[in-house]
């Protein structure tokens, strides 16, 4: 059972590590914005997102070898690592609220529709017969507004949270401290 003392300090070592992950899912958003058209980019941003959930069991390892003393449970390990996200969505979610809302001006729909225009695109997507359908997606993607891409990323970091949580939290928990 977690103390009141306890669990402040869980969700302000949750709060910092949020933010610190916010900001590498901010530098991962840049490189794939930056990426559509710079494929170095596009890899870079690909592998820090693969990068996520060591990141996240880093700064876990962290909490439970400097604010824990060594000691973590599985469920406070699991409680801290939801935090992770959940603040780090949160604030990733109003970065990009901001980039959408006031500094997108369409230039990633306009980059998507340059890839399926293109000769390559077109042979690619009636070869597969999909041509149809990336138009719809288009067409969906110019109607949808900056905080619907906003609350569906910050549903999605939640959902992560949940998932990536529970194999973070079996690796980092420790209930015999190593010397």
Sequence with gaps: M?????????KAFARQDGALLALLLVVVFLFYIIGVS??????AAVLLLFYVPFFVGKRLAKFRDYGREGLISFRRGYAYTILVFF???ILFAVVQYLYFAFMDNGFLLSQFSKMVTSEEGKAMLQQYGMQQMVDESLHEMANIRPIDYALNMLTINICMGFILGIPISLVMQRSVVKK
């Design 87 to 89: 603040y780090g969505g």
């Design 38 to 43: 710079n494929q170095m980019l596009g890899l």
């Design 2 to 10: 977690m103390t009141p003392a306890e669990y402040i300090q869980l």
